[in-house]
């Protein structure tokens, strides 16, 4: 593996129509980082892996992967790239076994010599060798498709939401698959919609309308939420909703699991000072049984707000 | 939404009891027994293969069980599953609109086929425009408009004939956060004007927002009753570290 980075993305550009799908997307993945794409359905993603895995040619912009241009060094890049689209692209009529088999012929190798790389995904999929792919379970399915896409001990690999629809059990296992081949050494570039799986990467960039919002580690990104922000709670959500929203300094106001995320327009406020305002407001609504503490933001907090910020821009 | 009405609604939205199905030897459900009650929004988890879409496929009148018994909106599965289907609303993961229609023309097909009149039709086409914020939309394809709101009008229009219950499945697969949130803020409504909403979902944060949850494990409902019962019961934080339990009994920490 060389030592330079491992992608080098300069003001890609892709549009499909009027649809501009990518807007001069910039970025760097470093050897050996676990690097995540975070962002909903037609944020881009997918765009952008079809051109750093050469098969989409950009607009304008540049991209090297392994220290190789993505057009014109492709047939060069296609052997020593893994990657695993978003859609099932496996054959459901062939076996677990004979759809691996398939894949490695297609680069001219064999599962035997796969050995190793392979072993710790095979462990988990063995038992199922003589299923048709298609009567796999949604996390299983997944699991080979990896397998296929690293039969040819790729030195990168993209996985386009290899983890969307897959239940939070399986994607957990999934992760632990790819930290794995992240410590022996192997790149890897992976898009996800669920904000939960940030915290698996080294670095994550936040993806929305074909342009990166914000990129830093996922701790990072949480720390540098630009407001205050509490965590309330009480018996009537949908009443606490519309009475927190009327308050006039709340920035943003969500759902987020047991509680409501409330986020101050003021920036340098002091939180009791906040706290107390807000407690007299929901009171006077009518509201009992409130709570409210601060909370440290989740990537979730700070998509909706860096989301926000664009749209509004 | 307006009020759910019509139908001998006595008792509960859905009951179900024992319900079973079996694929040759396979048991996809396994006598599952749980109740929704009107205006309830209920989780209805689960892993992937656990047997969730076969369970709604039964209350939704499209399979039958094997055995066991279920009422929906009031009406027995087995004798009257016509009734049922009049009041019901379905939406999946696959979107069940039309792309090549226009939003408009979608909400008044649907209303056709659920036997909403003319003039119900174009004040209810108002009322979910208004909503939902389409308003400028109301007259482009549907295959133009982006896939937050596409994911908002096929729950608008699963709800166009006022049912009791609704059933969605996985109605917020990759759409982005904050849609993710208007959409449960239209369950809210749903659920606060009497319908009865149950929900399929991946994401964790979400079976939070319900009132009540069960989790399917190999076909039965290994545990049920409101989030905060459900942790309490499994001795667990989160419910990720609940599902962790139920589902790999042998590797949760």
Known sequence: MSDGPAVEARGLVRRFGDDAALQEVSFDVAAGELYGIIGPDGAGKTTLFRILVTLLLPDAGSARVLGRDV???????????????????????????????????LFDTTVAEAGETIAPIWVQLEQFAGRRAGALSGGMKQKLALCCALVHRPEILFLDEPTTGVDAVSRR???????RLRDEGLPIVVS?????????????????????????????????????????????????????????????????????????ARRDAAPELIARALAAHVESAGLTGVTMSPVAASIEDAFMWYMAEGRAA | MGAAHGGPMTGHAIDAQAVTRRFGNFTAVDAITFHVEPGEVFGFLGANGAGKTTAIRMLIGVLQPTSGSATVAGYDLETQ?????????????KFSLYEDLTVRENITLYGGIYGVSDKDIVSRTGDILGRIGLEHAGDE?????PLGW????????????????????????GVDPITRRRFWELIYEA????TSVLVTTHYLDEAEYCGRISIMVD????????????????????????FLKLTRPGTAA
């Open chain 1, 71 to 105: 057009v014109k060094d492709l047939w060069n890049l296609r052997t020593r790239i893994g990657y695993m689209p978003g859609r099932f692209s496996l054959y459901p009529d062939l076996s677990v076994a004979e759809n691996l088999g398939f894949y490695a012929s």
């Open chain 1, 173 to 179: 296992e999934f992760w632990d698959l790819l930290a």
């Open chain 1, 192 to 264: 996800t919609p669920y904000m939960d799986e940030a915290i698996r990467c080294d670095r994550v960039s936040l993806m929305q309308d074909g342009r990166f919002l914000v990129t830093d580690g996922p701790a990072g990104i949480g720390r540098a939420y630009p407001r205050p922000l509490f965590a309330v709670r009480g018996p009537d959500i949908l009443g606490l909703l519309g009475a927190l929203r009327g308050f006039p300094h709340a920035a943003a106001v969500w759902p987020f699991g047991e509680s409501l995320h409330y986020t101050d």
């Open chain 2, 81 to 93: 599953a016509e009734q049922v289907r009049h009041r019901i609303g379905y939406m999946s993961q």
């Open chain 2, 141 to 145: 394809l549907v295959r133009e408009i």
């Open chain 2, 150 to 173: 596409k994911q908002q009008l096929a729950f608008c229009v699963a709800l166009l004939h006022r049912p009791a219950v609704v059933f969605l499945d996985e109605p917020t697969a």
């Open chain 2, 191 to 194: 659920g606060a004007g009497g």
């Open chain 2, 219 to 242: 076909g039965a409902i290994a545990a049920m009753g409101t989030p905060a019962e459900v942790r309490r019961a499994m001795g667990a934080e989160t419910l990720d570290e609940v």
